[in-house]
T-cell receptor, first 113, second 118 residues
Framework: EAQVTQNPRYLITVTGKKLTVTCSQN?????MSWYRQDPGLGLRQIYY???????DKGDVPEGYKVSRKEKRNFPLILESPSPNQTSLYFC????????????FGPGTRLTVT | AQTVTQSQPEMSVQEAETVTLSCTYD???????LFWYKQPPSRQMILVIR??????QNATENRFSVNFQKAAKSFSLKISDSQLGDAAMYFC???????????????FGGGTRVLVKP
């Protein structure tokens, strides 16, 4: 089954404790992206990648890091989480340039206290 | 930069009735794609409908249809014969047709919550 998986689905952590949210897709997509969803603001792009070892900032990259060492994986790293990073996070993937839908993961609810 | 605005934070509709969600966007590009996504309580993002800007014909998918007004930069979603399962958050989204630095980036509106009354 074609899918995007994220782990964990829920995470409660404390300020400053490094964490990683994993994202994996099994569709051989070139393009992968991370979004955060906040009430009234919709989804906003954090980082994206157009291929292995090619990553770039989205609209709200501050406080986040990513890496793309393998085509299928695109982890999101919060080196020193802060309460303003409490949000719902989505990973998405798609073939590059083709105007089909983006495939979204199930979301990760992160709470930073 | 492109922006997408959904001016209705919440809409309520009686079961079997019709509801229309509004979306406006701002862009200087002539070629792009517009989407409506549904997010039920499960939080999964589900594509409802897609419209290519170069197509004049409005897209339809079963009970869902859009009114695409390119000159007015308006992209409304009509849900006909509303069902309880339609209750969800709905997001309007924009994507450039140009595969440039931002790749396949989606720009989302703030969302409209749809409540369906039995």
């Amino acid at each position: 089954e074609a899918q995007v998986t994220q782990n964990p689905r829920y995470l409660i952590t404390v300020t400053g404790k490094k964490l990683t949210v994993t994202c994996s897709q099994n569709m051989n997509h070139e393009y992968m992206s991370w979004y955060r969803q906040d009430p009234g603001l919709g989804l906003r792009q954090i980082y994206y990648s157009m291929n292995v070892e090619v990553t770039d900032k989205g609209d709200v990259p501050e406080g986040y890091k990513v890496s793309r060492k393998e085509k299928r994986n695109f982890p999101l790293i919060l080196e020193s989480p802060s309460p303003n990073q409490t949000s719902l996070y989505f990973c998405a993937s798609s073939p590059l340039g083709i105007p089909r839908e983006q495939y979204f993961g199930p979301g990760t609810r992160l709470t930073v206290t | 930069a492109q922006t997408v605005t959904q001016s209705q934070p919440e809409m309520s509709v009686q079961e079997a009735e019709t509801v229309t969600l509004s979306c406006t966007y701002d862009t200087s590009e002539s070629d792009y794609y517009l989407f409506w996504y549904k997010q039920p309580p499960s939080r999964q993002m589900i594509l409802v409908i897609r419209q290519e800007a170069y197509k004049q014909q409005n897209a339809t998918e079963n009970r869902f249809s859009v009114n695409f007004q390119k000159a007015a930069k308006s992209f409304s979603l009509k849900i006909s014969d509303s069902q309880l399962g339609d209750a969800a958050m709905y997001f309007c989204a924009y994507r450039s047709a140009l595969v440039k630095a931002a790749g396949n980036k989606l720009t989302f509106g703030g969302g409209t919550r749809v409540l369906v009354k039995p």
